[in-house]
């Protein structure tokens, strides 16, 4: 199949057709270059837009207590809603599909964190252990917060890798370190960190919230809760946000259409929604991409069309000297896979070159487009395909050509 | 050398057939020099697209070298015409993007020849025909004289058995015309059979054997004086 001199051939035959072979490679190469511009802008808005929500986990649901707003049952409004460990302990057993489920409680008083002789001002989480998935908290030295520091009330702190920073500045592992925490000593049992643009989410510490309710005069109370259920879809996330309002409700004796008692911030929906509306992006990417194929695809094969027409003369002249017709399909094809798949690189490079630029040229915080990555698969697998078809629009007029006799070939003006 | 025997030739256009050749009968030594003529539209260039194995026939047989030219596959055909044949067109049919020597050395290519061998060879001949120097040019460079010499060199360069030229004097001026038919003179007397169609008397004069085609059919030959 190798035959140097064939390729020599070949490439003289392409050196001294320049505008055909530019036409032919013109148009695989726009056409990759557009798919590959394409499908790495919209995989950028996607991912610049996706970083806009917060790293927690994308199913979780957060519960606050509000005020009431509607009269209820004799209460006027305005009565304050307070949530309870009873109210964590109710959905726990209520719901069925649940994932994972923490209660919060907010200590009063300031927020100042000591090591020795450093101290900053940390967000103080409170929270059960399933805390370390809802906010995706995952440690990266010792542990998060377990079941039995919750039974025993024990006083041990998690803290984010930026608290770490601040406040280990000897480069001592904070692990079975004592911070203080308005003067009460914490034993450090784990460092986290988080996959987040925002620097706050790492720069919380944790304890359990039994010991911040005994030590910090809590009694039961429970400022917010969050959970996880399992995958659902945006309408069963919809009705489940009803169900939660409505046992709240029952429990605290406010009116269910009430919609300042509690408030339910959803990440379920708004990653649905987020979801919905980028695949009506993605199919219409995916549309303008097979369109731009499509149009390659035809490009290529009018040329190959028109370039075995304007060849027929050269065809028969050729056969009356003596070329067997596989040898001409074979040298028009080899012509047409090589300037296709040169063409389709070129296409190729100059994509991924231009997305390059983009993205250095977009500033590192952009909320709107970040890493333009490009799913290199279908860049290939798209350049092959137009190689392809490339090739069967020139085998079948190559094959007709090949066999038409010479000496009506030879009358080809 | 080339036998032909009843050889009818219909050309079929929409419903209507054309009869051009309505049994021919010809025997052709090896070694002959002959000239076909006739007038125009006597079926010269069909004969001898024929012979070439450029067309087909429908009736009788065409024998070249003791075998059958009929139903070749295309494989066989393409084999015959690069070894046994060298065709001379009229309007030369050079290969326009490449120049004299790629051209001559053409057929050498479908051999299986390798590049700078057959270039060589192209060299040779082309010297043969005095257009050494003018190797690297393009047709587009050439007069119509070199043009034809370029192409007459390209039909010698595979050693065919026969050289067939369709009128290959008919876009030259006399003087350049006589130079070709002595150049076919010297080719021919290596043993190389050459049919020449033409329409020139005093190109014929030069061949050993002349043909006269009339409705299809040989109307008279003649032994040439020379
Ligand atoms: N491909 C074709 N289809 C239909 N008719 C054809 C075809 N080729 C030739 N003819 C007709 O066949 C007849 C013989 O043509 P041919 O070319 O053999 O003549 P010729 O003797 O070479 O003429 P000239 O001296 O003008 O070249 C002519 O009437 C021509 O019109
Ligand atoms: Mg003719």
Same mark, same amino acid.
């Given at each position: 199949?190798?035959?140097?001199?064939?390729?020599?051939?070949?490439?003289?035959?392409?050196?001294?057709?320049?505008?055909?072979?530019?036409?032919?490679?013109?148009?695989?190469?726009?056409?990759?270059?557009?798919?590959?511009?394409?499908?790495?802008?919209?995989?950028?808005?996607?991912?610049?837009?996706?970083?806009?929500?917060?790293?927690?986990?994308?199913?979780?649901?957060?519960?606050?207590?509000?005020?009431?707003?509607?009269?209820?049952?004799?209460?006027?409004?305005?009565?304050?809603?307070?949530?309870?460990?009873?109210?964590?302990?109710?959905?726990?057993?209520?719901?069925?599909?649940?994932?994972?489920?923490?209660?919060?409680?907010?200590?009063?008083?300031?927020?100042?964190?000591?090591?020795?002789?450093?101290?900053?001002?940390?967000?103080?989480?409170?929270?059960?252990?399933?805390?370390?998935?809802?906010?995706?908290?995952?440690?990266?030295?010792?542990?998060?917060?377990?079941?039995?520091?919750?039974?025993?009330?024990?006083?041990?702190?998690?803290?984010?890798?930026?608290?770490?920073?601040?406040?280990?500045?000897?480069?001592?592992?904070?692990?079975?370190?004592?911070?203080?925490?308005?003067?009460?000593?914490?034993?450090?049992?784990?460092?986290?960190?988080?996959?987040?643009?925002?620097?706050?989410?790492?720069?919380?510490?944790?304890?359990?919230?039994?010991?911040?309710?005994?030590?910090?005069?809590?009694?039961?109370?429970?400022?917010?809760?969050?959970?996880?259920?399992?995958?659902?879809?945006?309408?069963?996330?919809?009705?489940?946000?009803?169900?939660?309002?409505?046992?709240?409700?029952?429990?605290?004796?406010?009116?269910?259409?009430?919609?300042?008692?509690?408030?339910?911030?959803?990440?379920?929906?708004?990653?649905?929604?987020?979801?919905?509306?980028?695949?009506?992006?993605?199919?219409?990417?995916?549309?303008?991409?097979?369109?731009?194929?499509?149009?390659?695809?035809?490009?290529?094969?009018?040329?190959?069309?028109?370039?075995?027409?304007?060849?027929?003369?050269?065809?028969?002249?050729?056969?009356?000297?003596?070329?067997?017709?596989?040898?001409?399909?074979?040298?028009?094809?080899?012509?047409?896979?090589?300037?296709?798949?040169?063409?389709?690189?070129?296409?190729?490079?100059?994509?991924?070159?231009?997305?390059?630029?983009?993205?250095?040229?977009?500033?590192?915080?952009?909320?709107?487009?970040?890493?333009?990555?490009?799913?290199?698969?279908?860049?290939?697998?798209?350049?092959?395909?137009?190689?392809?078809?490339?090739?069967?629009?020139?085998?079948?007029?190559?094959?007709?050509?090949?066999?038409?006799?010479?000496?009506?070939?030879?009358?080809?003006? | 050398?080339?036998?032909?025997?009843?050889?009818?030739?219909?050309?079929?256009?929409?419903?209507?057939?054309?009869?051009?050749?309505?049994?021919?009968?010809?025997?052709?030594?090896?070694?002959?020099?002959?000239?076909?003529?006739?007038?125009?539209? @006597?079926? *010269?260039?069909?004969?001898? %697209? #024929?012979?070439?194995? =450029?067309?087909?026939?429908?009736?009788?047989?065409? &024998?070249? +070298?003791?075998?059958?030219?009929?139903?070749?596959?295309?494989?066989?055909?393409?084999?015959?015409?690069?070894?046994?044949?060298?065709?001379?067109?009229?309007?030369?049919?050079?290969? @326009?993007? *490449?120049?004299?020597?790629? %051209? #001559?050395?053409?057929? =050498?290519?479908?051999?299986?020849?390798?590049?700078? &061998?057959? +270039?060589?060879?192209?060299?040779?001949?082309?010297?043969?025909?005095?257009?050494?120097?003018?190797?690297?040019?393009?047709?587009?460079?050439?007069?119509?004289?070199?043009?034809?010499?370029?192409?007459?060199?390209?039909?010698?360069?595979?050693?065919?058995?026969?050289?067939?030229?369709?009128?290959?004097?008919?876009?030259?001026?006399?003087?350049?015309?006589?130079?070709?038919?002595?150049?076919?003179?010297?080719?021919?007397?290596?043993?190389?059979?050459?049919?020449?169609?033409?329409?020139?008397?005093?190109?014929?004069?030069?061949?050993?054997?002349?043909?006269?085609?009339?409705?299809?059919?040989?109307?008279?030959?003649?032994?040439?004086?020379?």
């Amino acid at each position: 199949m190798f035959d140097i001199d064939k390729w020599q051939e070949i490439f003289s035959t392409i050196q001294k057709n320049k505008l055909r072979t530019f036409l032919t490679g013109f148009s695989v190469a726009w056409g990759i270059f557009m798919l590959i511009v394409l499908l790495g802008s919209g995989k950028g808005l996607e991912n610049g837009i996706h970083s806009n929500f917060d790293a927690d986990a994308a199913n979780s649901i957060w519960i606050f207590p509000g005020q009431t707003s509607i009269p209820y049952k004799g209460i006027q409004p305005g009565k304050y809603v307070r949530f309870t460990n009873e109210d964590y302990e109710r959905l726990k057993r209520e719901i069925n599909n649940l994932e994972r489920i923490s209660s919060r409680y907010d200590i009063r008083g300031n927020d100042l964190i000591s090591y020795k002789n450093e101290y900053g001002s940390f967000g103080i989480n409170t929270v059960h252990p399933d805390m370390e998935f809802i906010e995706n908290s995952f440690p990266i030295k010792g542990r998060f917060i377990n079941n039995i520091d919750i039974e025993k009330s024990r006083k041990v702190a998690v803290i984010g890798d930026l608290v770490e920073e601040a406040l280990f500045k000897n480069g001592k592992s904070p692990i079975g370190e004592y911070i203080k925490i308005q003067g009460i000593p914490f034993k450090v049992v784990g460092v986290y960190s988080e996959n987040s643009n925002n620097d706050g989410e790492r720069r919380r510490v944790y304890i359990p919230i039994s010991t911040a309710q005994m030590i910090f005069d809590g009694g039961n109370r429970v400022n917010n809760i969050a959970l996880s259920v399992k995958d659902m879809t945006l309408d069963e996330s919809k009705q489940f946000e009803e169900k939660l309002k409505a046992s709240f409700a029952a429990n605290h004796n406010f009116d269910k259409e009430d919609d300042r008692a509690i408030f339910i911030r959803n990440n379920q929906e708004n990653i649905k929604e987020f979801q919905n509306a980028f695949q009506g992006i993605r199919l219409f990417i995916w549309v303008i991409g097979i369109g731009t194929i499509i149009a390659g695809i035809v490009g290529v094969s009018n040329i190959m069309i028109i370039v075995v027409k304007e060849r027929t003369k050269e065809i028969g002249i050729r056969k009356a000297i003596g070329a067997t017709p596989w040898s001409i399909v074979s040298s028009i094809l080899q012509e047409s896979i090589l300037i296709t798949s040169f063409a389709g690189y070129i296409g190729l490079v100059l994509g991924v070159a231009l997305m390059e630029i983009i993205a250095k040229n977009v500033p590192a915080d952009s909320m709107m487009f970040k890493n333009p990555e490009i799913d290199m698969n279908v860049a290939i697998s798209a350049t092959i395909l137009l190689i392809i078809s490339g090739t069967f629009a020139g085998y079948i007029p190559a094959r007709r050509a090949a066999k038409i006799k010479p000496v009506v070939a030879l009358r080809d003006e | 050398m080339i036998e032909l025997k009843g050889l009818h030739k219909s050309y079929i256009t929409g419903n209507n057939k054309l009869h051009v050749l309505k049994g021919l009968d010809l025997i052709i030594e090896q070694g002959e020099l002959i000239s076909v003529m006739g007038s125009s539209g @006597s079926g *010269k260039s069909t004969l001898l %697209n #024929v012979l070439g194995i =450029l067309d087909s026939y429908d009736e009788g047989y065409y &024998k070249l +070298n003791n075998t059958l030219m009929n139903n070749l596959t295309e494989k066989k055909a393409a084999h015959y015409r690069n070894n046994m044949i060298g065709f001379v067109f009229q309007s030369f049919n050079l290969i @326009s993007f *490449k120049n004299a020597m790629e %051209n #001559v050395a053409l057929p =050498l290519y479908y051999q299986g020849v390798s590049r700078k &061998k057959r +270039n060589q060879i192209a060299l040779e001949y082309l010297d043969r025909m005095g257009l050494k120097e003018w190797a690297d040019h393009m047709p587009n460079e050439l007069s119509g004289g070199q043009m034809q010499r370029v192409a007459i060199a390209r039909s010698m360069i595979s050693k065919p058995k026969v050289i067939l030229a369709d009128e290959p004097t008919g876009a030259l001026d006399s003087t350049t015309s006589l130079e070709v038919m002595d150049l076919f003179r010297e080719i021919n007397s290596s043993g190389i059979t050459i049919i020449i169609v033409t329409h020139e008397k005093d190109i014929s004069e030069k061949t050993d054997r002349i043909i006269y085609l009339k409705d299809g059919i040989i109307e008279s030959e003649f032994i040439s004086k020379n």
